[in-house]
């Protein structure tokens, strides 16, 4: 008897990428604002707060997106289609397209291609 392998995990978007996208975004802010408080306020004293206010506003404006590269990457997706079996390329973030060979809607999930019900 020949037992069932699971599948591989497929890489999809999930509800934690919220979570993410707002954490490096309330980040971002904190440090700006936080370098821009820190520049205008000790900054004009002395050479301190501009050391640590500018690097603070860089990494503020920086950070966000470097913590969401992960969510701007693109799959590539080239398979059959499920319809008349010619190959369409196309990338994850693709919703929905028409097969230029046969003309059906097509939907994309999971990084799969599927014929569309129409009902």
């Known amino acids: ?4 392998r699971p599948e591989a995990a ?5 509800f934690d990428e919220a979570y ?5 975004i309330g980040l971002g802010l904190l440090l700006f604002i936080g370098g821009l408080a820190i520049s205008l306020t000790i900054g004009q004293e ?7 206010g500018i690097p603070m506003l ?3 404006l920086v950070l966000p997106l470097f913590m969401m590269r992960g969510v701007f990457a693109r799959n590539e997706i080239a398979a ?6 010619q190959e ?3 990338t994850d973030a ?3 397209l028409d097969c230029p060979h046969c003309a059906k809607t097509i939907s994309v999930r999971d990084m799969k291609l599927y014929v569309r019900d129409e009902g």
Do not use: Y
């Open 1 to 4: 008897m020949e037992a069932k």
């Open 10 to 14: 497929k890489p999809s978007r999930t």
């Open 20 to 24: 993410g996208f707002s954490f490096a």
């Open 46 to 52: 002395s050479s301190f707060g501009l050391v640590f």
């Open 58 to 60: 860089v990494a503020g």
């Open 80 to 85: 059959p289609c499920p319809a008349c079996g």
């Open 88 to 90: 369409i390329k196309t």
């Open 94 to 96: 693709t919703m929905q």
